[in-house]
């Protein structure tokens, strides 16, 4: 049973330039969560959805950023017009149908590093 | 201001030594994890508790939930140089449902 996926694993864009990351959760799962990791800061929520639905997007910046967990294909975390301190790791964990916020599964991360 | 305040910030043992990682809060939780994340890679769940007092066991780690569900501790048993990595307590709270992380605790096992 593959776990959460994600790609690419690490990013390197320009200041300007839009950066998409994307999540394929586990077999089964429902639930997505996006989360943002900077050095000596632990992670900080950002967004949960379930299918073509936005639960909760309290942790996400208000302008540039934006997520979705389209029917069919992976969930698209999509950053507009990045600026140097978008550089992060972005990581994104899945939870099975059932109680939200229930045991979260993590993918690899996807280190973006605007230059 | 984090949620859940871990210490130490960092921890450097020699292998075959014993080591505790404290997870604080002033709020009360509902369910409590303990994962591991190591260099490039994403954070593992180790285990999660939910009753208050509760005590888990996973081989040479003990995990403990607080009486008022407000904190808990990780004791490592004769650390290995394989437990080496970044310790995250996140928890959900009663108020909330959202699922907040500590800033972790860096451990080290020298060989």
């Known amino acids: 049973n593959a776990g959460v996926m994600q790609n690419p694993r690490h990013l390197v864009r320009r200041r300007g330039q839009e950066a998409r990351l994307r999540c394929s959760p586990m077999?089964?799962?429902?639930?997505v969560y996006w989360y943002r990791q900077l050095p000596e800061e632990g992670l900080k929520f950002m967004v949960y959805?379930?299918?073509?639905?936005?639960?909760?997007e309290s942790g996400m910046p208000k302008e540039r950023f934006s997520a979705e967990f389209p029917k069919e294909g992976p969930s698209i975390l999509r950053i507009q017009q990045v600026v140097r301190g978008d550089s992060a790791a972005y990581f994104c964990?899945?939870?099975?149908?059932?109680?939200?916020?229930?045991?979260?599964?993590f993918g690899p991360g996807t280190r973006l590093t605007v230059l | 201001t984090q949620l859940l305040e871990q210490s130490p910030q960092f921890l450097s043992i020699q292998e075959g030594e014993n080591l505790t990682v404290y997870c604080n809060s002033s709020?009360?939780?509902?369910?409590l994890q303990w994962y591991r994340q190591e260099p490039g890679e994403g954070p593992v769940l180790l285990v999660t508790?939910?009753?208050?007092?509760e005590v888990k066991k996973l081989k040479r780690l003990t995990f403990q939930f607080g009486d008022a569900r407000k904190d808990s501790s990780l004791h490592i048993t004769a650390a290995q140089p394989g437990d080496t990595g970044l310790y995250l307590c996140?928890?959900?709270?009663?108020?909330?449902?959202?699922?907040?992380f500590g800033a972790g605790t860096t451990v080290t096992v020298r060989a």
């Open positions: 996140a928890g959900v709270s009663s108020n909330d449902y959202k699922l907040s």
């Open positions: 508790v939910v009753t208050g007092g």
């Open positions: 709020s009360v939780f509902s369910s």
């Open positions: 959805l379930q299918k073509e639905n936005i639960i909760d």
């Open positions: 964990a899945s939870s099975p149908p059932g109680t939200p916020w229930s045991e979260q599964f």
């Open positions: 077999k089964g799962h429902s639930h």
